[in-house]
């Protein structure tokens, strides 16, 4: 009975001279690796190059401006209530004359500061914020540290720059809900 | 010799019954049974005389007028200025009536509030929030302009957010029954009318600072906490101090080692008994100057409550309101016409199970 067909028939042949000292099975063998040269790579060189993480990806957190440049947090708290590893700290400040530029609404943060080793990631801050203000990036992750003091970002860090502004690349993939149509603006 | 003894009258409230004396109001016979069964009051506070009647937040329906009239009455009534009478059935969260015209008044007083929850200091202590979250919906349907006022200054220690306001009268009767003198009122009329001192001027009365603790949003705040931290960040704790003029009851709010605020206290229909002075709210705000009687007792659900456990805390009952909220029961949803037993030919089954096939009860 025949259970597959990739079973091979046993012979007690005698090998011949250049089959004794593996010479076909060597060349065979060589065949093999030289294919593998021309081939496409399987892996990148990591630091150097990077790969694309998809548009759910989770890393580097930015405070983001709206369409006019102005900050969007209002030092709410909501990010850092629903933080699991407490990771989130702020302290709110009100808005002076003459900074309706910088910030959008009369309460902003003066100091939000996340801290990179209690921060797991998770995302509840970006879901948790109801202004759209913190995202986490997709393209981006957080550096490896080697001293301490780098653990902390403030908002030097996180406030995202006019020259660099991120977007979503992938727009059907929604991680928090788009701002709705009527005006949330405080009054 | 005639009977002094006042009779008592019998209410049934949501299938509870309960003994109140005559000229009990329902929402205070439903208060009496306490818990979940008391309506939501936005405008009504019970040390203050006259208060209620003007929010409809507490409406309920009464199922029998009394025992002698059993009619119905026509209308739902709001249940914070409707005396009880003697056999009256009243249903509060039982109707499916009473609590989509609660949903239609969490609109109506979100029509002209600003969605600034997140600016405001009142948020996560705000009557308006609780009210909305428990009965409204989770979004809103108006989009024309929301009104707006001029901004006014009404001194050192008292923040006025007139676009927040919801017109309960409160802090004009606290005005007028804490203090000699009230400098403050509502001017206007309709859709103009806000809370104002008319011509620019300070409220400075000694317990002035008691209006802050008694609106129910956040239309007068602390000037001294503004946006110093979120509520939820902070620990309250009871405390006294001898004070010459006031009972010197109040809760702390700690963030750390300061107190960032001092309040009176609150019980649990959120409403103040012993109101507190101006030097005790404003000017002691060190530990030293108080005598620290221990934590608050904070309700577990409250947001306050958050990242604050303790060993004796109970058991959030949130979890059981949502899970009984969402149930449904198996077969509303489920499509029979899929359940393997019936592809089958009858005469397979039916010596086994006979009324396999039997249309559901």
Redesign the interface.
């Known amino acids: 009975m025949q259970l597959t067909n990739r079973s091979k028939q046993v012979s007690n042949k005698q090998m011949t001279l250049a089959e004794k000292m593996y010479l076909p099975a060597i060349a065979q063998g060589l065949a093999i690796t030289i294919k593998h040269f021309f081939g496409k790579k399987v892996t990148v060189a990591y630091p150097e190059v990077k790969r694309y993480l998809g548009p759910v990806f989770r890393g580097h957190h930015v405070l983001k401006r709206d369409e006019e440049g102005r900050e969007r947090c ?5 990010c ?2 629903a933080c699991p590893a ?1 990771a989130i700290s702020m302290v ?3 808005r002076k004359k003459g900074e309706e530029g910088l910030y959008r ?3 902003y943060a003066a100091v939000y500061e996340i801290n990179m080793l209690r921060c797991i990631f998770c995302g509840l801050c970006e879901e948790a914020c ?2 759209q203000a913190v995202y986490l990036r997709h393209d981006r992750m957080v550096p490896i540290f080697t001293e301490r003091d780098q653990v902390i970002y403030g908002k030097d860090q996180l406030v995202e720059k006019m020259d660099d502004r991120y977007i979503r690349t992938n727009p059907d993939v929604q991680a928090t809900p788009t701002e ?3 005006s ?1 603006s ?2 | 010799m005639e009977n002094t003894q006042p009779q008592l009258f019998k209410v049934t409230i949501d299938g509870i019954e309960v003994e109140v004396e005559p000229g009990t109001t329902i929402l205070q016979a439903a208060r009496k049974i306490g818990g979940d069964m008391a309506p939501p009051a936005m405008c009504y506070y019970q040390p203050l005389k006259g208060s209620g009647g003007k929010c409809r937040a507490c409406l309920v329906r009464v199922a029998a007028g009394s025992a002698k009239d059993p009619r119905p009455m026509p209308k739902l009534v709001a249940s914070c200025i409707t005396p009880v009478q003697d056999g009256m059935v009243v249903e509060n969260s039982t109707n499916e009536q009473v609590l989509s015209t609660r949903k239609a008044i969490v609109e109506f007083l979100l029509i002209n509030h ?6 405001c200091d009142q ?1 996560g202590e705000c009557d308006l929030q609780n009210f909305a979250f428990n009965h409204g919906m989770a ?2 349907r ?2 024309e302009k ?1 009104r ?1 006022f001029d901004k006014q200054d009404i001194g050192p220690y008292i923040q006025l ?1 007139m ?1 927040r306001c919801i017109l309960c009268y409160r802090c004009v009767f606290t005005a007028d029954q804490i203090t000699q003198k009230r400098v403050h009122g509502v001017l206007g009329r309709g859709d103009a009318a806000e809370i104002g001192t008319y011509i620019e001027k300070a409220i400075d009365n000694d317990f002035s600072g008691n209006v802050i603790d008694v609106c129910p949003v956040g239309a007068l705040t602390d000037k001294t906490f ?5 509520v ?2 902070t620990k309250p704790v009871d405390a006294h101090r001898d004070c010459p003029t006031c009972s010197g009851n109040v809760t702390l709010w700690y963030r750390g080692e300061d107190v960032i605020r001092v309040t009176a206290r609150k019980n649990e229909w959120n409403e103040v008994t012993e109101f507190i002075c101006n030097t005790c709210r404003f000017d002691k705000k060190s530990t030293s100057d108080w005598v620290i009687e221990g934590p608050t007792k904070v309700s577990r659900s409250s ?1 306050i409550s ?2 604050k456990a303790r060993r004796d805390a109970i058991i959030p009952d949130f979890q059981k309101k949502l899970a009984a909220a969402t149930y449904t029961d198996v077969h509303e949803e489920r499509d029979t016409s899929q359940l393997g037993i019936q592809q089958l030919p009858p005469e397979r089954f039916a010596p086994v199970l006979p009324h396999a096939n039997d249309p559901e009860p």
Not at chain 2, 226 to 230: D, L, T
């Open positions: 209002t030092a709410c708290g909501l850092s209530l407490e709110a400040a009100e609404e009369e309460k109801p202004k709705p149509s009527y949330r405080a009054t | 600003p969605l600034d929850c997140p600016v948020a979004t809103t108006y989009e929301r707006t957010h676009t503004r946006f110093k931290n979120r939820w960040f947001v958050v990242n």
